[in-house]
């Protein structure tokens, strides 16, 4: 028997493997192909305080090796969540996280205000790669003293674990993580998305109407070891490292360079029963490997 739970600060998982936001939906919809309580956490699609339509379509281009999305954050908004979803949720065992996003500060308190006394909530995740309306549509984490009064005013009203999810646009990662670990922040999760455009031959115009939409998958795997690898360079808070996984040997890759937990996304989206099949590798990977518990391979490749 091989112990697969893992503390990222106070919050413990059952095992390290978490569904990414934005695919797994809000835990009811994948649940009908996935016994979610065999997963250490899900992370809810990231919510606003007004539902939000999203982009128009096309929203989603497959590539050789990982998919554009431009989904837009289309969410049901936080009060519909309360009354759709929780109800579902409170009869799991497993952890929730729930990701959330704004356009401006203010919006984000709203949120995290909400979901600060939802006791089914284990934590709260803040997406900082969205548009900031108040910066000329650069996301939060383009800006380390805009994230830093950001993750201080929500660090003030949650008291349940803190998450901060970084993508790859952040423009000076020493300050950024500084101003993390400053405001209390407990966890950092990385990556979202790559930002990366493709083009309608037949149309000759853009593929999305946005332009830009996000790269997963597997094409971006290789890149978000990389920024795990720099980014556990500059600090000891726990990460829950994602980008590409879709095998146990992917995830573990992640655990090896620092990863406490992983975050599986576009795999969700090709088999919704992946992610056991990749808590099952690594428990296997242990057993073969004589490993008793899996927090003793986090950070073993320096
Ligand atoms: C369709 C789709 C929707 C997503 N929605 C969100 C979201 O609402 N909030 C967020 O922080 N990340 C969102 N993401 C990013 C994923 O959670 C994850 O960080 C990213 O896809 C990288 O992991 P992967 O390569 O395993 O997919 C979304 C990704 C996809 C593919």
């Avoid at 993390?180 to 790559?194: A, K, Q, R």
Wanted: hydrophobic share 45%; net charge neutral; aromatic share 6%.
């Amino acid at each position: 028997m091989v112990d697969l739970s893992v503390h990222l600060g106070s919050l413990t998982l059952q095992n390290p493997v978490v569904l990414a936001s934005g695919t797994c939906g809000y835990g009811r919809e994948i649940a009908l192909h996935l016994d979610l309580n065999q997963v250490g956490a899900l992370t809810i699609k990231g919510l606003s305080y007004d539902p939000w339509p999203g982009n128009p379509p096309p929203r989603i281009r497959e590539t050789y090796a990982g998919v554009l999305n431009s989904i837009g954050l289309e969410n049901k908004g936080v009060q519909r969540f309360l009354k759709e979803d929780l109800p579902f949720l409170e009869r799991l065992n497993t952890k929730i996280l729930v990701n959330i996003w704004g356009s401006r500060e203010e919006e984000y308190l709203k949120v995290a205000q909400i979901l600060a006394k939802v006791e089914r909530v284990d934590g709260v995740e803040l997406n900082v790669s969205c548009p900031n309306v108040e910066k000329g549509g650069l996301s939060f984490s383009c800006h380390p003293e805009v994230l830093r009064q950001l993750a201080g005013k929500v660090r003030e009203i949650v008291k349940k674990p803190l998450v901060v999810k970084l993508g790859p646009q952040v423009p000076d990662w020493e300050a950024t993580i500084r101003v993390l670990e400053i405001e209390g922040v407990d966890i950092i999760s990385l990556t979202n998305s790559f930002p990366a455009v493709s083009v309608d031959i037949e149309a000759q115009n853009w593929f999305f109407a946005r332009k830009v939409a996000g790269l997963s998958g597997p094409a971006i795997k290789p890149l978000a070891l990389k920024l795990l690898y720099d980014v556990r360079k500059l600090t000891n808070l726990p990460l829950i490292g994602m980008g590409g996984i879709i095998e146990a040997e992917d995830a573990l890759e992640f655990i090896l360079l620092g990863a406490t937990a992983v975050g599986i996304g576009t795999a969700n989206l090709v088999s919704p029963t992946r992610a056991l099949n990749i808590v099952w590798g690594i428990e296997e990977y242990l057993e073969k490997k004589k490993v008793p518990d899996l927090g003793s391979l986090v950070g073993k490749v320096v």
